[in-house]
């Protein structure tokens, strides 16, 4: 029903009311209007931290809370049918391949099969000559010392051959990839004709799944107790840690994109075609990279691409962290500088690399190896309050591991083919940055945030060897075997 019309009675009223009456509605007006103008700047301002609605301290929890490791804890405990080690006469020598991360896995793995097979371990050699070109010893990258005193109890490790084994024969032998237990016990036939045992290449040595529960918590065990970085290392990677928390949280970013990845994976899109050929002649020339041929728009369709910088401030703000956080960026030299920077620093200006953050002075011993300021990365990455990666890749997968050892703590995984969709519509101008992105990109990593799992398994319709190869890495998940829920074991 309308409203009825106001009476020729009251509309008379109203012309003839006095004049301080009027005075009085114009004073109100003025101060209704001071309080709508101060009340909106602070909404602003909310919005700005909140642009969902949010309290603050909710927002805050989404941003930054792990839910306090969700009453998972380590145990990595020997059981009670775990045997100690005897000193055999036997001896393992190992290369261990590639760039940091993906020596620290093959050295752990090396030590449980040193165990599987009964032998000393000798301390392994590093790679020199890998894409890094990184002359760094075991000892300048690791605590030797401790390396070795701590794997008391479980295998038995020394800095080198016996002189009288040194010019012995050896049987060189690559092991297959991703083998259990039962495949180092044949292996242990070796001894009957040699005292060493020489292994090339260390990486991706053992399964990570169905390996007795004792093998699987020493690998643990060495991963994240042993195998720890040397002291001057450690000390910078301690002190920036603490530069970075003295502004409040933090971000690690592993940003890939760096001209071997960007070209190893075949993903130009963004950059112009000089730069593309330039990536497509280093994939050419770099003989132990199979895939020389990659279609770079596909690649990036099927989430095979690391994230640009840009495509990374979007993301991050579309999940609502403010332009004031500070991001921390973990990666070595990033393909076109500041020229694909600019776009994320415009979002964050509190972006900042081990260059900004160290002085020169500090670097200056690490600063021509690349495996050493990788390690250092490394733990500004494993004690951040998020760590974000832009691809999935060694380190990437390291730091997620010891992170859910750790207690869970915030990683937010990126839906990449997810991402490269809304990225697309945004781009074609169907979308557009704000509430309706953050409610997508938020809503599709719900449940890519670090939250306890099982180990995933391998993937549908994967075969033979194959299935094994897709299978999640144990050190990007120790989930079951090295964490439990507290007064479990």
Not at 4 to 31: D, K, T
Not at 378 to 402: K, L
Not at 423 to 450: C, N, P, T, Y
Not at 471 to 476: D, K
Request: aromatic fraction near 10%; glycine fraction near 6%; charged fraction near 25%.
């Amino acid at each position: 029903m309308a409203n009825p019309r106001p009476s020729s009675h009251r509309l008379l009223r109203s012309r003839l009311l006095p004049p301080p009456s009027i005075s009085c509605y114009v004073l109100v007006l003025l101060a209704f209007s001071a309080f709508i103008f101060l009340f909106s700047q602070r909404q602003i301002t909310v919005v700005d931290r909140n642009p969902s609605d949010e309290s603050f301290e909710d927002l805050k929890e989404r941003l930054w809370g792990s839910a306090s490791g969700y009453g998972y804890r380590p145990c990595v405990k020997r059981t009670q049918k775990y045997a100690a080690p005897q000193k055999w006469n036997r001896y393992l020598t190992v290369r261990s391949n590639g760039g940091l991360n993906q020596m620290r896995t093959g050295i752990c793995d090396m030590v449980a099969v040193a165990r599987l097979m009964n032998a000393t371990l000798v301390i392994p050699q590093l790679d020199k000559r890998s894409f890094w070109q990184d002359t760094s010893t075991f000892s300048d990258i690791f605590d030797e010392s401790h390396f070795i005193n701590s794997q008391e109890g479980d295998v038995h490790i020394v800095r080198e051959l016996p002189k009288e084994l040194e010019s012995a024969p050896r049987a060189r032998k690559h092991f297959t990839s991703w083998s259990g237990a039962s495949y180092y016990e044949e292996m242990s036939q070796l001894w009957k004709d040699y005292q060493v045992i020489h292994v090339p290449k260390s990486d991706s040595r053992l399964a990570n799944n169905d390996l007795p529960i004792d093998i699987q918590r020493l690998r643990c065990r060495a991963m994240y107790h042993s195998l720890r970085f040397s002291n001057p290392i450690e000390r910078l990677g301690k002190k920036l840690v603490e530069r970075l928390k003295s502004h409040g949280q933090y971000i690690a970013l592993h940003l890939r994109f760096e001209k071997d990845m960007l070209s190893f994976t075949g993903c130009t899109y963004g950059l112009n075609d000089m730069e593309a050929e330039e990536l497509r002649i280093m994939r050419e020339i770099t003989n132990h990279w199979k895939l020389k041929d990659i279609n770079s728009t596909e690649q990036r369709l099927g989430g095979f691409c690391p994230l640009t910088p840009k495509e990374v401030g979007i993301f991050l703000k579309a999940l609502g962290y403010p332009s004031s956080t500070w991001i921390y960026v973990a990666a070595g030299e990033i393909y076109g500088g500041e020229t694909y920077l600019s776009d994320l620093r415009s979002r964050f200006p509190n972006l900042v690399f081990k260059e900004t953050l160290a002085t020169k002075e500090e670097l200056k011993d690490f600063s021509s190896h690349s495996s050493q300021t990788a390690a250092i990365d490394y733990i500004i990455s494993v004690e951040s309050d998020v760590f974000v990666p832009s691809y999935t890749g060694n380190m990437a997968r390291a730091v997620e591991g010891h992170r859910r050892f750790l207690g869970h703590r915030k990683t937010i995984n990126p839906d990449r083919k997810g991402l490269v969709e809304l990225f697309d519509m945004i781009d074609r101008g169907e979308l557009k940055e704000g509430a309706k992105l953050s409610s997508l990109v938020s809503e599709m990593h719900e449940h890519r945030q670090g939250a306890p799992r099982k180990r995933y398994g391998s993937l549908p319709g994967s075969k033979g060897r194959d299935r094994l190869r897709t299978e999640e890495s144990f050190y990007e998940n120790p989930f079951p075997e090295c964490i439990c829920l507290a007064g479990k074991h």
